[in-house]
């Protein structure tokens, strides 16, 4: 699917408008976001992306709507990764409550430029040389395979080599200046750790979705529906960390399904000049994957508690004493 400038042009008019709304209206002043607020928020960033996917549907045909919708659930699904290492960081980082969704906001933000010049740089690979398809199959499956057998994932923005280049080129605060990611002292500009946290969330997001992208080229090559449906499932991705960082030991099965999704994609691509797997099939298996998942694992966490097991502590288990050190010493 070829689309025109004007369905770009209209498309990053949404997608700037919707984040200028998040951030000026709703979220204009600093505070901590509630249960409640993040569940309305995911179902109305949630809406947005399927409505958008049935404009796609309705404007460029079946093929089309069944390729976006299959891209979202994709990076949907993946995005539950990133939201455990935004937890991570923002852990690390001791970050305030009430500073939270500015941090992720702008993370996003930069998230979704990085994206759009991997997207760019994965279309002429693959349009420029084929081979590259089975440079990305098998990176998937590699992935997948890393994911099903990994014990848990492990950040540690210290050593970050990015944030270790801005640490030592930028002269920085040793507190928290409320939202502000600059301050000016006695004349002279400083960055505070936001500035430092939006550089660890940006680096490691790169890193830990470095397989979304080639995952939804499995499923479509047009470069319309790669971008907006990983647009449309980031723009969630604040919203739905709320919602469920602090409840991800119930997801037990989830990092299970991902692996099989990726799996699943990855050799698709690797058998593309054999067979091309009618993408309403890849379509439904994902959503079915995802769906056992995530079943299984609320199934296995209402199992525990109502033995009495309990539940695993949140994966930052630093001290109240350690976080506020590392936010002291960014």
């Not at 997948?144 to 801005?166: H, K, M």
């Amino acid at each position: 699917m070829d689309a025109p400038l004007w369905a770009w042009g209209a498309t990053l008019g949404v997608i700037l408008l919707a984040l200028a709304l998040d951030l000026f209206v709703f979220h204009r002043e600093a505070r901590e976001v509630s249960l409640r607020e993040s569940a309305w928020a995911s179902l109305g960033w949630v809406t947005l992306g399927v409505t958008f996917g049935v404009v796609v549907w309705v404007w460029g045909g079946t093929g089309a709507g069944e390729e976006y919708f299959a891209g979202y659930l994709i990076e949907k699904a993946l995005s539950v990764e990133n939201i455990f290492v935004f937890a991570l960081v923002l852990g690390y980082f001791a970050v305030p409550p009430a500073n939270q969704h500015r941090v992720l906001f702008f993370g996003v933000l930069g998230a979704l430029i990085l994206r759009g010049a991997f997207i760019a740089g994965g279309k002429a690979l693959l349009d420029n040389f084929h081979w590259m398809i089975y440079v990305f199959g098998g990176f998937l499956v590699l992935t997948a395979i890393r994911l099903a057998t990994q014990n848990e994932i492990s950040v540690d923005p210290g050593r970050n080599p990015v944030l270790r280049a801005v640490r030592r080129l930028v002269p920085m605060t040793d507190r928290y200046e409320g939202q502000r990611f600059w301050v000016r002292r006695a004349g002279k500009l400083l960055a505070t750790p936001m500035l430092a946290v939006l550089v660890a969330v940006e680096t490691t997001d790169v890193v830990f979705a470095v397989d979304s992208i080639p995952a939804i080229f499995a499923v479509t090559t047009s470069t319309f529906i790669v971008f907006t449906s990983n647009a449309f499932a980031l723009l969630g991705l604040r919203a739905l960390y709320f919602l469920l960082a602090g409840a991800m030991y119930r997801l037990a099965y989830l990092k299970i399904g991902l692996a099989a999704v990726l799996a699943l994609v990855g050799v698709k691509m690797l058998i593309t000049d054999f067979y091309e797997v009618p993408i309403a099939i890849s379509l439904g298996a994902i959503a079915a994957i995802l769906a056992a998942a995530v079943a299984a694992s609320l199934w296995k966490a209402r199992s525990l508690e109502a033995a009495g097991a309990g539940h695993p502590a949140p994966a930052d288990t630093a001290s109240a004493g350690e976080e506020k050190d590392r936010a002291q010493d960014p």
